[in-house]
């Protein structure tokens, strides 16, 4: 069965210092990956997405960039954070291919970032 | 109008009432449609995928009406631990992208 890692659980880190999240999924070949962020009490924002190793597709963030070393490998970082950065960080897979009519999400654990 | 809205709630509801959300959403051509749960300081999780005809999981239900272009969710004889956000998605097809809606919180009181 298909797991999916995400570490570290909480971190809390100053203003201006870099950030580096990782997410591993096992179980299956060539997902698609993605980057959440969640505000308290906000929704789910996208953030990156990746269909294969090396391609990212970049939503939102400017200060944010994401990388894919690996099939089943995705990592998050910054090179100097913002207070608006804080917020809880969601990786999630889905199966790989363009679309489909049912490509469910599924989440790891998350990684709840304070930035101070 | 965003693209997916969903009424925030909180909906606080005896044990084992019945209990249904709506969704809405805006893109005509979106073709898959999830419901998903959080607990509080948790990942979301896949509750059910929406199917055209409906489909019934338990004591959850999952409707979709295209022409109104809005999903619902049932939750029958509601459990103290039901509690929890309930999120809508919503997935075009031939995209890897889905949109999530903000959430409705339920409540399920003793």
Known sequence: SQTIHQWPATLVQPVGSPLSLECTVEGTSNPNLYWYRQAAGRGLQLLFYSVGIG???SEVPQNLSASRPQDRQFILSSKKLLLSDSGFYLCAWSNG?????YNEQFF????????? | RK???????????????????NCTYSNSASQSF???RQDCRKEPKLLMSVYSSG????????????ASQ??????????????ATYLCVVKPGGYQKVTFGTGTKLQVIP
Not at chain 2, 4 to 17: I, K, L, M, R, S
């Open chain 1, 55 to 57: 391609q990212i597709s």
């Open chain 1, 97 to 101: 291919g363009h679309g489909g009519s």
């Open chain 1, 108 to 116: 790891g654990p998350g990684t709840r970032l304070t930035v101070l």
């Open chain 2, 3 to 21: 693209e997916v809205e969903q009424d925030p709630g909180p909906f606080n509801v005896p044990e084992g009432a019945t209990v249904a959300f």
């Open chain 2, 34 to 36: 999830f419901w998903y």
């Open chain 2, 55 to 66: 489909n019934e999981d338990g004591r959850f239900t999952a409707q979709l009406n295209r």
């Open chain 2, 70 to 83: 809005y999903i619902s969710l049932l939750i029958r004889d509601s459990k103290l631990s039901d509690s």
